[in-house]
């Protein structure tokens, strides 16, 4: 039997495990994309590696683009497709927010060479929004054939949701366990594993994850009595925000060991929870609108209600008992949405620690000290 320590740092080799990920040689040319409203299906059907642009840390050139008060998220993204280090054949932007929109824009006028589409999502959840969507869908569809110089039949969109599904599913399995099992995954590996899922060639991708966790569920099954939980009586977090990446926070919480029992991010939930039904559906466009649509919602939808609503189950289903809510700067539609929020928990009994950040400036001994006296006061 191995020891609680050898095991772990087994299990936290992302290196290893991942190895076939991180050196692909995939040669087929990549469409980027910006939001988890954007069906990844379409581009694999279209014989495309669709990855999510992550941006640059650091800025030069497009800070004269775009205002100073203007969301670091978008003006990395752009110091990312101005520095030519995003080799695309295309990018799909949806009008998930205004600054959204304005890179959209800045991208026709500044990067012709690049084709851009912008899919518009509904801020609705209803059939009526189905449909719509499905519509925008066709459309997203005749720009990506337009791209490749080819069709795509139904067979090919079949194959690629099967595809993601599979990865999907085997995401949430990965979190589950993560969640059960806090004392045996860092918080730096799981959102490591998050990035490289919405980054890498998913046919690789996926059969990585799954002999990763195959690993991990044997290795517990082998060596339970050595892996028992160190944190169970620590106060069991929820974090809450948009897209956060920042390798020194995950690095942080991992150091504090903190209890992170559920999330609520762009980067996790709310990429892969929920399947697109494929077993003896006659339009696959539908149900590929009907599950973006209805998949954990992020804070642009209308009815901020419903995401109450989710919210408020997952804090009683996992036994929340205290929240850290995170943000980008500027972000407006989540900044927006926060004292309704705050309202409730505080309804609730539920504690709440509020932190903004810049995309590519982390001001860690700040942070630190803050999470610190929040998981004291806990």
Not at 221 to 238: D, G, H, I, Q, T
Not at 255 to 261: E, F, G, P, V
Not at 291 to 318: F, Q, S, V
């Amino acid at each position: 039997m191995e020891s609680s320590d050898t095991l772990k740092n087994k299990i936290n080799d992302i290196q290893s495990f991942f190895k076939n990920t991180l050196s692909s040689t995939d040669s087929r040319p990549v469409v980027g994309w910006f939001c988890t409203y954007t069906p990844e299906e379409l581009i694999i059907s279209g014989g495309f590696t669709p990855a999510r642009i992550m941006g640059n840390k650091k800025i030069v050139k497009s800070e004269s683009y775009f205002p100073i008060n203007f969301c670091p998220y978008i003006k990395s993204s752009w110091e990312s497709l101005l520095s030519g280090t995003e080799s695309l054949g295309a990018v799909v932007f949806t009008n998930s927010c205004d600054g959204m929109r304005r890179l959209y824009d800045a991208a026709n006028t500044y990067l012709k060479h690049i084709p851009s589409y912008l899919l518009d999502v509904p801020h609705l959840q209803g059939e009526d929004s189905v449909v719509f969507f499905r519509d925008n869908l066709i459309k997203m569809k005749r720009f990506i054939e337009n791209t490749a110089g080819r069709k795509i039949g139904e067979k090919e969109i079949e194959n690629a949701a099967v595809l993601i599904n599979k990865k999907k599913r085997l995401m949430e399995r990965f979190s589950l366990i993560f969640r059960k099992s806090p004392h045996l995954i860092y918080i730096s590996t799981y959102y490591r594993i998050m990035e490289l899922s919405i980054t890498s060639e998913p046919h690789t991708f996926t059969d990585d994850l799954g002999k990763y966790l195959k690993f991990i569920e044997e290795s517990y099954r082998k060596n339970r009595s050595v892996l028992k939980a160190n944190n169970e009586s620590s106060p069991r977090v929820m974090i809450i925000g948009n897209f956060i990446t920042e390798k020194k926070l995950w690095n942080m919480l991992s150091a504090m060991n903190l209890n992170l029992a559920a999330d609520d991010l762009c980067i996790s939930n709310r990429y892969f929870t929920k399947q697109v039904e494929t077993a003896g559906s006659p339009d696959l466009l539908v149900s590929l609108a009907r599950r973006y649509l209805t998949k954990p919602p992020c804070m642009r939808m209308a009815d901020l209600g419903l995401k109450l609503k989710e919210i408020e189950n997952t804090i009683r289903k996992n036994n929340i008992q205290s929240i850290i809510f995170i943000s980008l700067k500027f972000c407006d539609t989540v900044l927006y949405s926060f004292p309704l929020l705050k309202e409730s928990f505080n309804k609730m009994g539920i504690p709440v620690l509020y932190l903004e950040m810049e995309y590519n400036n982390f001001p860690e001994g700040q942070l630190k000290t803050r999470i610190q006296a929040f998981l004291e006061m806990l």
